[in-house]
Protein backbone atom coordinates (compact mmCIF):
# COMPACT_ATOMS: atom_id res chain seq x y z
CA UNK A 1 0.00 0.00 0.00
CA UNK A 2 0.97 3.33 -0.67
CA UNK A 3 1.93 5.81 2.24
CA UNK A 4 3.39 8.89 0.49
CA UNK A 5 1.72 9.47 -2.95
CA UNK A 6 2.98 12.73 -5.38
CA UNK A 7 0.87 13.76 -7.78
CA UNK A 8 1.89 16.20 -10.71
CA UNK A 9 -0.80 18.52 -11.63
CA UNK A 10 -0.74 21.11 -14.57
CA UNK A 11 -4.58 22.16 -14.64
CA UNK A 12 -5.66 20.41 -17.07
CA UNK A 13 -8.50 18.03 -17.48
CA UNK A 14 -6.06 14.99 -17.28
CA UNK A 15 -4.48 15.83 -14.29
CA UNK A 16 -7.58 16.62 -12.73
CA UNK A 17 -8.72 13.16 -13.47
CA UNK A 18 -4.75 12.03 -11.21
CA UNK A 19 -6.25 13.91 -8.63
CA UNK A 20 -9.50 11.53 -8.98
CA UNK A 21 -7.22 8.15 -9.41
CA UNK A 22 -4.75 9.19 -6.54
CA UNK A 23 -8.00 9.60 -4.20
CA UNK A 24 -8.33 5.96 -5.54
CA UNK A 25 -4.80 4.88 -3.86
CA UNK A 26 -4.52 6.71 -0.70
CA UNK A 27 -5.24 4.75 2.43
CA UNK A 28 -6.87 6.91 5.40
CA UNK A 29 -3.72 7.49 6.83
CA UNK A 30 -1.36 8.64 3.52
CA UNK A 31 0.13 11.76 2.84
CA UNK A 32 -0.88 13.21 0.03
CA UNK A 33 1.82 15.54 -1.90
CA UNK A 34 0.29 17.45 -4.87
CA UNK A 35 3.01 19.61 -7.22
CA UNK A 36 2.63 21.34 -10.43
CA UNK A 37 6.17 22.82 -12.41
CA UNK A 38 6.52 26.53 -13.27
CA UNK A 39 8.91 26.68 -16.45
CA UNK A 40 11.61 29.27 -17.03
CA UNK A 41 9.38 31.72 -19.74
CA UNK A 42 13.71 32.94 -20.77
CA UNK A 43 14.15 28.95 -21.65
CA UNK A 44 10.38 27.88 -22.82
CA UNK A 45 9.23 30.52 -25.15
CA UNK A 46 10.56 30.59 -28.95
CA UNK A 47 12.16 33.65 -29.64
CA UNK A 48 11.31 35.64 -33.03
CA UNK A 49 13.11 37.98 -34.87
CA UNK A 50 12.11 41.31 -33.69
CA UNK A 51 9.41 40.27 -30.67
CA UNK A 52 10.32 41.51 -26.84
CA UNK A 53 9.46 39.29 -24.22
CA UNK A 54 8.59 40.60 -20.65
CA UNK A 55 9.99 37.46 -19.00
CA UNK A 56 9.45 38.91 -15.78
CA UNK A 57 5.91 39.51 -16.28
CA UNK A 58 5.00 36.41 -17.80
CA UNK A 59 6.87 34.20 -14.87
CA UNK A 60 5.07 36.38 -12.50
CA UNK A 61 1.94 35.44 -14.58
CA UNK A 62 2.61 31.76 -14.66
CA UNK A 63 3.23 31.58 -10.49
CA UNK A 64 0.14 33.16 -10.37
CA UNK A 65 -1.53 30.58 -12.41
CA UNK A 66 0.28 27.68 -10.53
CA UNK A 67 -0.47 28.63 -7.27
CA UNK A 68 -4.52 28.91 -8.38
CA UNK A 69 -3.84 25.33 -9.83
CA UNK A 70 -2.18 23.71 -6.61
CA UNK A 71 -5.38 25.22 -4.27
CA UNK A 72 -7.96 24.40 -6.54
CA UNK A 73 -6.19 20.69 -6.61
CA UNK A 74 -5.72 20.56 -2.50
CA UNK A 75 -9.88 21.95 -2.38
CA UNK A 76 -10.76 18.89 -4.49
CA UNK A 77 -8.69 16.51 -1.97
CA UNK A 78 -10.28 18.03 0.59
CA UNK A 79 -14.00 17.74 -0.85
CA UNK A 80 -12.81 14.00 -0.78
CA UNK A 81 -11.42 13.30 2.51
CA UNK A 82 -8.11 13.74 1.93
CA UNK A 83 -5.48 16.48 3.63
CA UNK A 84 -3.14 17.17 0.84
CA UNK A 85 0.34 19.71 1.21
CA UNK A 86 1.23 21.50 -2.04
CA UNK A 87 4.29 22.44 -3.35
CA UNK A 88 5.50 24.85 -6.40
CA UNK A 89 8.39 24.45 -7.94
CA UNK A 90 9.67 27.15 -9.80
CA UNK A 91 12.46 26.24 -12.25
CA UNK A 92 13.71 29.78 -12.77
CA UNK A 93 15.06 29.19 -9.03
CA UNK A 94 16.30 25.56 -9.90
CA UNK A 95 18.44 26.82 -12.74
CA UNK A 96 16.87 24.22 -15.16
CA UNK A 97 13.99 23.90 -17.14
CA UNK A 98 13.52 20.13 -17.38
CA UNK A 99 9.88 19.28 -15.94
CA UNK A 100 9.84 15.28 -15.55
CA UNK A 101 13.56 15.54 -13.77
CA UNK A 102 12.17 18.12 -11.31
CA UNK A 103 9.27 15.69 -10.13
CA UNK A 104 11.40 12.73 -9.94
CA UNK A 105 14.15 15.02 -7.99
CA UNK A 106 10.90 15.75 -5.84
CA UNK A 107 9.10 12.53 -5.96
CA UNK A 108 13.18 11.21 -4.41
CA UNK A 109 13.31 14.09 -1.75
CA UNK A 110 10.16 14.00 -0.36
CA UNK A 111 9.81 10.88 -0.77
CA UNK A 112 6.78 9.71 -2.42
CA UNK A 113 6.32 5.76 -2.58
CA UNK A 114 4.10 6.75 -5.68
CA UNK A 115 4.01 9.60 -8.09
CA UNK A 116 0.71 10.10 -10.20
CA UNK A 117 0.22 12.03 -13.11
CA UNK A 118 -1.92 12.81 -16.32
CA UNK A 119 -0.43 11.32 -19.69
CA UNK A 120 -2.05 14.75 -21.93
CA UNK A 121 -1.83 18.00 -20.23
CA UNK A 122 -0.56 20.81 -21.15
CA UNK A 123 0.11 21.47 -25.27
CA UNK A 124 2.55 23.73 -27.09
CA UNK A 125 6.07 23.96 -28.54
CA UNK A 126 7.57 22.22 -25.62
CA UNK A 127 5.42 18.95 -26.27
CA UNK A 128 6.37 19.44 -29.88
CA UNK A 129 10.30 19.60 -29.00
CA UNK A 130 10.81 17.25 -25.87
CA UNK A 131 7.54 15.10 -26.27
CA UNK A 132 5.05 14.40 -23.32
CA UNK A 133 6.03 14.76 -19.87
CA UNK A 134 4.40 12.10 -18.93
CA UNK A 135 6.59 9.77 -21.08
CA UNK A 136 9.90 11.42 -19.83
CA UNK A 137 9.19 10.92 -16.21
CA UNK A 138 8.61 6.95 -16.69
CA UNK A 139 11.69 6.64 -18.53
CA UNK A 140 13.87 8.67 -15.59
CA UNK A 141 11.41 6.85 -12.98
CA UNK A 142 12.57 5.11 -9.71
CA UNK A 143 9.83 4.76 -8.03
CA UNK A 144 6.08 3.32 -9.10
CA UNK A 145 4.23 5.46 -12.07
CA UNK A 146 0.52 5.88 -12.35
CA UNK A 147 -0.43 7.24 -15.68
CA UNK A 148 -3.68 8.62 -16.01
CA UNK A 149 -5.35 9.00 -19.55
CA UNK A 150 -7.78 11.61 -20.24
CA UNK A 151 -10.73 9.72 -21.75
CA UNK A 152 -10.84 9.75 -25.24
CA UNK A 153 -7.08 9.50 -26.37
CA UNK A 154 -7.00 5.47 -26.61
CA UNK A 155 -8.30 5.03 -29.49
CA UNK A 156 -6.36 2.19 -31.05
CA UNK A 157 -7.61 -0.03 -28.43
CA UNK A 158 -11.50 -0.65 -28.10
CA UNK A 159 -10.60 -1.62 -24.45
CA UNK A 160 -9.40 1.05 -23.71
CA UNK A 161 -11.45 2.87 -24.92
CA UNK A 162 -14.42 0.99 -22.75
CA UNK A 163 -12.61 1.98 -19.63
CA UNK A 164 -11.54 5.43 -20.47
CA UNK A 165 -15.50 5.86 -21.20
CA UNK A 166 -16.62 4.89 -17.68
CA UNK A 167 -14.39 7.65 -16.19
CA UNK A 168 -16.41 10.45 -18.76
CA UNK A 169 -19.31 10.58 -15.87
CA UNK A 170 -16.46 11.71 -13.80
CA UNK A 171 -16.52 15.94 -13.62
CA UNK A 172 -12.54 17.07 -13.79
CA UNK A 173 -13.11 20.17 -13.71
CA UNK A 174 -11.72 22.07 -10.52
Same mark, same amino acid.
Given at each position: ???? +??? @? ?8 ? @? ?10 ? #??? !? ?31 ? #? ?31 ? +? ?37 ? +??? @? ?6 ? !? ?12 ? @???? !? ?5 ? +?
Amino acid at each position: MYKN +ILI @AVDGSPTSNL @ALLEAVKLAPAD #ASV !RVITVVENPAWSIPLEVGVMYDVEFMHTSLVKA #AKEILERAKTLLQHKGINAKTHLIDLTEAGSNN +IPSAIMKEAEEWPADVVVIGTHGRRGFNRVLMGSVAEHV +IRA @ATKPVLLV !RAPGTADDDDDEKT @AAGS !REDHDTS +I
